[in-house]
């Protein structure tokens, strides 16, 4: 099994940055892709940004330019570095390790809320 731990939320105001990290313990030998996805109240779960253990990266449209994904693979740390916060960036805040084979585990959630 995998666990992940997500930390870094918070409340900040528009234009403002955050970092979340994302560790992950237990059979970490498993994840292949690591990274973060997002849930606004009332929307589905979505895409923010991902990396591979290989170092490639997808990001949403909404977030490019703005945010970066990084990690350890040693350690199957993820990490987001959110600059130019928007309003419509307020959400929960969840880390994912997906396997080879396409197992994913989640995170409980951080949550990033952003003032105008």
């Known amino acids: 099994q995998v666990q992940l731990v997500e930390s870094g939320g918070g409340l900040v105001q528009a234009g403002e940055s955050l970092r979340l990290s994302c560790a992950a313990s237990?059979?970490?030998?498993?994840?292949?892709?690591m990274g973060w996805y997002r849930q606004a109240p009332g929307e589905p779960r979505e895409l923010v940004a991902t990396?591979?253990?290989?170092?490639?990266?997808n990001y949403a449209d909404s977030v490019k330019g703005r945010f970066t994904i990084s990690g350890d693979n040693a350690r199957k740390s993820v990490y987001l570095r959110m600059n130019n916060l928007k309003p419509e960036d307020t959400a929960v805040y969840y880390c994912?390790?997906?396997?080879?084979?396409?197992?994913?585990?989640w995170g409980k959630g951080t949550l990033v809320t952003v003032s105008s």
């Open positions: 994912l390790g997906r396997s080879l084979f396409g197992m994913e585990y």
């Open positions: 237990g059979n970490i030998f498993r994840i292949q892709t």
């Open positions: 990396m591979t253990v290989g170092g490639a990266t």
